[in-house]
């Protein structure tokens, strides 16, 4: 799967135990990030993440590009309590884009750390392989296809 990971600065350091915790089952899956919340969890797990610009310089946005070409499957977004957040009850531009491509694309989508442990738990039983059918040029399906040839 592929798995796309954005963290306001409230939220890093959950995102980093979250990751810390489930780091078995996601190190079997393709990552991205926005910079720093990359950073931050490849150093505490040694994850392999590639890491994209970072939020305010438009890592929000390639995400969302990502998701709108259909090569994104999840998309952990710790949102916090920050201006730039939804302290003032709305959410950014960015932020409403991504959650209505998410929407659009069928892109599972956590908010939150329970929701997130429901998707991983869910990706380790395997309930997810849909997917593949939905998203059969992904990095992902595309070695696993390798692999059973």
Do not use: W
């Not at 950014?92 to 989508?109: E, M």
């Not at 329970?114 to 399906?141: C, K, M, Q, W």
């Amino acid at each position: 799967m592929e798995i796309a990971i954005i963290a306001d600065d409230s939220k890093k350091e959950l995102i980093t135990q979250f990751c810390i915790a489930y780091c078995g089952i996601l190190s079997k899956h393709s990552i991205c990030a926005t910079s720093t919340t990359g950073t931050y969890i490849s150093e505490a797990t040694g994850l392999k993440i590639e890491k994209l610009l970072s939020g305010a310089h438009g890592g929000e946005q390639q995400i969302a590009s990502r998701i709108a070409y259909d090569e994104i499957d999840i998309l952990f977004y710790f949102r916090g309590n920050s201006p730039q957040s939804s302290l003032y009850g709305e959410d950014t531009s960015a932020s409403q884009t991504l959650l209505r491509l998410c929407d659009v694309h069928n892109v599972l989508l956590a908010t939150n750390i329970a929701t997130a442990e429901t998707i991983v738990s869910a990706l380790e039983r395997g309930d997810l392989d849909y997917r593949e059918f939905i998203n059969p040029r992904s990095e992902y399906n595309l070695k696993k296809k390798k692999k059973s040839l």
